[in-house]
């Protein structure tokens, strides 16, 4: 039987992998399979009853590579009854126009796909001008940004994870 959580990431430079594994971490490794998107199908989303999406914002408010080619994909697959996490990579000073955008894209697809999100966050603390993950004064998931901020990375994730453990009823 598959772990209750299935953590499925694109990356390209390893930022977003890396924070894929202390997720995997804080929430206990039994709990949750880590799945590169590049590598997955849609079944393998399907398989799971709580998801974790983690997609960095490339070039300028894009998926990075693999989830733009897995992004058709998430209209063949029904969301319906599943609590779906996000969080993301990004550079809120030199991206400041479109910083986690591709949260906010893959979330928008998710959700009229039948997903529930979870794991808002809060937006504080950030410096940003737009963003497509930002909804109703938080994001639709935990961002980071280790270009500007990596001193907050460990401890945004500590909370996030326990965030999700209740939310996800872990």
């Known amino acids: ?14 930022k977003t992998g890396d924070a894929a594994e202390v997720i995997q971490q804080e929430l206990g490794k039994t709990q949750v399979d880590l799945r590169d998107i590049g590598r997955a199908s849609k079944a ?3 398989a799971y009853e709580y998801l974790i999406i983690g997609c960095p914002t490339w070039n300028i408010g894009d998926l990075q590579d693999d989830w733009d080619s897995f992004y058709p994909d998430l209209d063949e697959i029904n969301f319906a009854g599943k609590k779906v996490a996000y969080f993301g990579t990004g550079d809120q000073r030199g991206y400041g126009d479109n910083f986690q ?3 906010g894209i893959l979330e928008e697809k998710i959700s009229q796909r039948g997903g529930t999100t979870v794991g808002y966050w809060p937006a504080d603390n950030y410096d940003f001008n737009a963003s ?3 909804k109703n004064g938080k994001f639709v998931g935990l961002a980071l940004d280790d270009d ?5 990375t460990e401890r945004r994730i500590k909370q996030w994870a326990a965030q999700l453990k209740r939310e996800f009823g872990i």
């Open 1 to 14: 039987m598959p772990a209750k959580i299935g953590l499925f990431f694109g990356t390209t430079t390893g």
């Open 44 to 46: 393998d989303l399907s």
């Open 148 to 152: 500007n901020q990596p001193e907050q």
């Open 101 to 103: 955008d591709a949260m």
């Open 132 to 134: 497509k993950a930002y």
